[in-house]
């Protein structure tokens, strides 16, 4: 969201100074004190007005930037705002639609403490500026304690971002890439990668929990390779969005409890083309992320849909890796026209398709990778 007006740069100085207010008077007054709640709501109303768009919060040299606009003029509230993120090792917040109240008072409330750091709720993402990819760096990783919660929470994120999917509105790409970071954070505290993976329990949310499940094992495979940085979060965003497409299909033939016939099969293999012409138009996005979204369904051999041209260029190495993760989460789920199989028979599959589905160097090490894991699972 840009400032688009000088009447938008007002309402941004009022939310700031707001903001240093609600959290001065939290660490002056008790918890129950009238001033908290109504300094708390003020500026809850204030940045409702907004919330069109994300509101990124940014330190960068002791300056305060909203929305990669250097805030002037706003004197010693934006200062004071600059001192309490500073104190807390934080460079950036960014405040997404659909904040609550008690996310709100909360942030407030941790803010006004001097010691400790922040954790991330759904709608506040607080972290630090990698200044190298100028993206947000994951502010806190998960333990094994808060898994189950932590999952839940990224699937309803993903649900929350493809139900307000529409042909030409944007993604709101923080929040998705903040839900790539949050994984490539947990996987590097050594989480199993078996505990991050969530079974498909109804067909009405495969598509949220696959997305979530291929990213993770993309990421796992990535890092497996010894691949870092903005490569591993793009490879992960990548394999995220790999089948956004799908949002523009029929539902009917989505959630079909059984085999699609011709006609259906082929509006299906449409999906592929469909998410990469929406995601192509996304401004600055990773040239790889299209590239996946589109190729994903092709195999190795140059078969598979959509059906490259004589003389085409192969395969992208991103697309061969997520048709990996893309195949081993499919067949290891539980689906309305059969039932999920067993690791060993869908590792055993995965070892046949080589040289014609998967490229045999990936497959081969990811295998090795996810069978070593199982093992440290067990001896733990």
């Not at 200044?131 to 094994?144: I, N, P, V």
């Amino acid at each position: 969201m840009a400032l688009k007006s000088e009447n938008q740069g007002d309402r941004i100085k009022k939310f700031v100074s707001a903001l240093n207010i609600a959290i001065s008077n939290c660490s002056l007054y008790s918890k129950d004190h009238d001033l908290i709640e109504e300094s708390g709501k003020r500026t809850l109303a204030i940045l409702g007005e907004l919330l069109n768009d994300p509101v990124e919060v940014m330190v960068i040299d002791d300056d305060l930037v909203i929305n990669k606009m250097p805030l002037r003029g706003a004197g010693l509230q934006a200062e004071g705002l600059v001192r309490r993120l500073n104190r807390k090792s934080i460079s950036r917040v960014d405040f997404l639609k659909g904040i609550t109240p008690e996310e709100m008072n909360r942030f407030i409330r941790i803010m006004s403490r001097a010691d400790g750091g922040l954790c991330a709720s759904p709608h506040i993402i607080t972290g630090q500026v990698d200044l190298s990819t100028g993206r947000l760096k994951a502010e806190c990783a998960y333990t094994e304690e808060d898994l189950d919660s932590f999952k839940a929470e990224q699937i309803e994120r993903l649900k929350v971002i493809y139900e307000n999917i529409a042909p030409f509105k944007q993604l709101p790409m923080n929040e998705l890439e903040e839900i790539v970071a949050r994984f490539v954070a947990t996987l590097s505290r050594e989480i199993s990668v078996l505990k991050l993976l969530t079974p498909i329990k109804s067909y009405s949310n495969y598509t949220y929990v696959h997305s979530i499940n291929v990213a993770i094992l993309s990421i796992f495979q990535a890092e497996s390779l010894g691949l870092e940085g903005k490569l591993l979060h793009d490879i992960g965003l990548a394999a995220l969005l790999h089948d956004v497409g799908k949002l523009f299909i029929d539902k009917d033939i989505l959630e079909k409890q059984g085999p699609l016939d011709e006609q259906e099969f082929a509006a299906m293999t449409r999906h592929p083309a469909y998410g990469a012409a929406y995601l192509a138009r996304i401004e600055g996005i990773a040239r790889i992320v299209p590239i996946v979204a589109f190729e994903h369904h092709q195999k190795y051999d140059g078969t598979g849909y959509p059906k490259r041209k004589t003389g085409g260029s192969k395969q992208h190495t991103g697309s061969q890796m997520v048709a990996v993760s893309d195949v081993f989460d499919a067949l290891r789920s539980w689906r309305p026209y059969r039932k999920s199989l067993e690791m060993d028979e869908v590792l055993m599959l995965m070892q046949k398709g080589i040289g014609a589905d998967f490229n045999r160097h990936l497959v081969e090490n990811f295998i090795n990778a996810f069978q070593k894991a199982v093992r440290k699972e067990r001896q733990s």
